[in-house]
C-alpha cells in the first residue's frame, strides 16, 4: 500500500475484483485483448532458439508432451468467457489461500 | 548409445503451417551406457557453419527520411524503429530535457489520450514507446496497420499535454532524489562530469535543479528542433516486403514535413597530464565504487576498432576478464571487475571498475593498475587470444539469429559511413587480430599513467590512503556529487575542545533557558509520495511520544511512558525491547546533547567539514549504548547542522543522515523547522514545523501503553 493506506482495505479492494470475475462475465472488449496478449506473448516466447528450447523443456517436463508447442495457443484461445467465470469460481476460494501482510520496521525518525 | 536428436522447425501462425516436428527422444538404459551419466558430457560441436548475413533494403523518402528494410518471415511480426541520427546537444541548465520531451510523445496526440493510446496498445498486445531520439513499435502481423497508426501519431503529432509533463516531470525528481545517495549513480555522474568537462554534452549531469528549470513550451520547442526526417532512420524489420514496406512508410511518415537538425561540434576533452585521483565523499559507506577513466578517440568502424575489443575482452570482459580473475576469484575483493573500451562518434571512453569494500579499497587500486601496466606492456598468451576470438565471434554468430541484428547492421553502415561489407568481413577482420595487434592497441589505449581514479566512498575511512595514485601533486581533488569542488578542511587543527563545542551549542539553542523547558511539543508536516503527513513528537517528564499521520487518523505510533515502550503500525502493535527500547529511552531525553559530557558518553572534534557551504565542526559522539553519530556544528552559529548515524542490528549496518535547517527562536528557545531525514526510505524526508509548543500542558493518555 502507499503510506496512509490501510492493508485491509487494499485487501477488501482486491477481493471484490476477484468476486466480479466470478460473479460476472468479462466484456467482449477485455476478452479480445487478452487472445490478442496470449498470441502476441507466445510469439515473443518461442522468437529465439533459446526460447523454443525452453517452451519443449517445459512442456515435455511438465505435461508429458513437446507437441504442445504446436497446439498450445489452440488451447487458450478456446476457452471461452464462461470458461474463465467457471475457473474463477472453482479456484479463487477464499479457504484456500494464504493472506501475508508484509510491514515495514517502524519508521525511525531519530529527531 | 545415446543420443537426442532434435529438428528444427518453424512456426507458422495463422496461415499454412510448415510441418513442424516433434522432439524425438530415444531411450535406452542408462546401465547398459559405456561412458556413464550422459548428463556428464557435453555433445560435441557439430562442424561450424558459414555464416550469411541478410540483406536489407534501403530507399529514401522525399522528405529525406531515410529507410531500411529487413524481411524476414520467420516470426508474423514486424517492428518499427525511428533513430534520429542528430549530434550531441548541449541541455546546459535544462540538462534531462531531451529524456523528458521524448517520453512525453507517448502521452497524447491531437486525436488521443494517453489512456486511449495505451488502451489502443494494450488491445493488440503491442508495444509502443518514444523517447529523446525517436521510438519503436512493435506488433504481431495483422495489428501491423493500427500500430503504425498510433506510432505515427504519437511521432507526428503529439499534443504535449500539460498534466502529462506535469507527472513526468515530478516522477523524474522522485528519481533523482534517489540517485542522490546511490553511489553507482555518484560514481557516473562525477565520471561523466570529469571526463568529460561540464561544457561537453557527455559531460553534462542531470540533477534536480536542472530539471525543475524545464517547461513544457521547452520540450515543445526540443521536438520541433530535433524531430526531423532529413536526419532520421526508419528501421522496419520482419514479416513485410520492401514494396508493401516503402507504401507504408510513405503513407504513414511522407507527411513529415522535410528538414533537418542543426550540426554541432565539440572540442575532444583535454586529457590529465598524470594520473589523479578524485574522490566523492559519500558518508557511513562502507564500500567504495572505483572508476579508472578517461576519454578515447575511437570511432565506429575505425581499424582499431576490431583489435581493441578482443584486447578488452581479454582484460575486463565477464568472468574470463583478467580484471575478474584478480580482484574477484584471487583476491576476493569484489563480486566484480571489469572494464570497457567503447568506441563514439564524438568520443570513446575507456572505464575500469568494480565496488570494493573500505578497508580493500588502496589494495584494488594497485591491482587494477597492475592489471593496466600488464596488459600495455606484455604480449597476451596464444590461448588468451583464441578464447577471446572464439568468444566475439560465437557472440556475432549467435546474434544473426535476431532480424534486428541485420537491421543494426545496416543502420550503423549507413550512419557511421562502414563500407558496404564491413559486417559481412567482420569475422575474416577478427580472425586476423594478432598478439601484435593487441599489443599495439593496448599501448595505444590503455593509459593508466594519464587517468582519472574516481572513488565514490567513506571518506574518514578510505581516503587517506589513496594519495600515492595521485602523480599529480600527491594530494586527492574532493568534489560534491555534483562534481564541483569542495574544500577538504578535514586536516585543519582544530582549536576547539569537544565539551567547550558542545556548550557553544548548547548556548546558541537556548542556554540556561533550556532547564527551565519541562516539556516540547512539536508537529511536523510532509510529503511521502506525493501525500501530506503530519508527525507529532512529544517529550515530557521522561516520556516520549510520535505519531505519524494522514488525514487525521494514525498511520504509526510510539510511545516510551518511561519504562516500557511499544510501537505500533497499521493497527498492529509490538513492544520493544532491547537496543531498540534503549533507544526510546535517548529520544525521551530533551536537549540529549546536555547528556554528552555526562558519563558513558564519549566525543572527539575530527576538524572542520563543509556542509552545503559552510564551514562545520566534525564531532564523533559514542553513546552508552554503543552507537555512534557524527554531528556537525556550524562554526560561526554553533547550530548542529546536521548528523550522520551508524547503526547495526542483527548484523545489518544502516546509516541515517538527518539534516537540520531554519532555525527559529520559541519561548526563548531555538529549534529546527525543517529536518530532512535520509537513509531509511529510498528518498529523503523532509519534515516542516507547523507548531513547536514549550511547556504547555500534555495529555498524560498520549504516553499509556
Known sequence: TNMGVNVSDLEMAMDKEVEKVQNELISETEFQKLRNQVESDYVTSNSRVAGIAESLATYYMFFGDANLINNELDRYLAVTREDIQAAAKKYMVPSNRVVLYYLPKSLDTKS | MRYIKFLSFLIVLGLASCAPKVAKETTSDAKSTASGDFRSMAPKAGPARAIEIGKSTNFTLANGLKVIVVENHKLPQISYQLTIDRDPILEKEKAGLSSIAGSLLATGTTSKTKAEIDEAVDYIGASLSTNGTGGFASSLTKHSDKILALFSDVILKPSFPQNEFDKIKTQTLSGLQTEKDDPNAISSNVSSALTYGTNHPYGEIT??????????????????????????????????????AKSKAENYFGGWTAGKTTPQAYAFPKPVEKTEVDFVDKAGAVQSVINITYAVDMKPGAEDVIPARVMNTILGSGFSGRLFKNLREDKAYTYGAYSSLEPNKLVGQFSANASVRNEVTDSAVTQFLIELNKMKTEPVTAKE??????????????????????????LNTMMYNLPADYYETYLQKLAAVS?????????????????????????????????GFDKQDGKIQLYDIYANPKKDESSTVVDVDAKKLIDAYLTAIGGSKLDAVTSLDQTYSMEIQGMSMTTRMVQTAG???????????????????????????????????????ASMKEKANL???????????????????????KSCYKLVVTKPSGSKSTEFYDKETFLKVKEINVETSMGETSTTIVEYADY???????????????????????MKATSVKVNTPVDPMLFKI
Open chain 2, 435 to 467: 598478439i601484435d595487434d593487441v599489443s599495439r592497441v593496448a599501448k595505444k589505449y590503455i593509459t593508466p599513467d594519464m587517468a582519472r581514479i574516481i572513488v565514490v566512498g567513506n571518506k574518514d575511512e578510505v581516503m587517506a590512503k589513496l594519495t
Open chain 2, 543 to 581: 516520556k516520549f511520544y510520535m505519531a505519524m499521520s494522514m488525514q487525521g487518523s494514525n498511520v504509526m505510533k510510539q510511545v516510551y511512558d518511561g519504562e516500557k515502550a511499544i510501537a505500533e503500525q497499521m493497527g498492529q502493535s509490538a513492544p520493544l525491547e532491547g537496543e531498540d527500547l
Open chain 2, 385 to 410: 587470444l583464441e578464447l577471446a576470438k572464439a568468444f566475439i565471434a560465437g557472440g556475432f554468430a549467435r546474434g544473426l539469429e535476431s532480424p534486428q541484428t541485420v537491421a543494426n547492421f545496416a
Open chain 2, 207 to 244: 540533477n534536480e535543479i536542472t530539471v525543475s528549470n524545464i517547461n513544457l513550451k521547452d520540450c515543445v520547442d526540443y521536438y520541433h528542433a530535433n524531430f526531423k526526417p532529413g536526419t532520421a532512420y526508419l528501421v522496419i524489420v520482419g514479416d513485410i516486403t520492401p514494396e508493401v
Open chain 2, 591 to 613: 536537549f540529549p546533547e546536555r547528556m554528552y559530557k555526562t558519563e558513558g558518553y564519549t566525543m572527539e572534534v575530527k576538524g572542520i567539514e563543509d556542509v552545503n557551504g
Open chain 2, 664 to 686: 527559529n527562536a520559541v519561548d526563548g528557545i531555538t529549534v529546527p523547522y525543517t529536518i530532512s531525514i535520509s537513509g531509511p526510505m529510498p528518498m529523503p524526508l523532509v
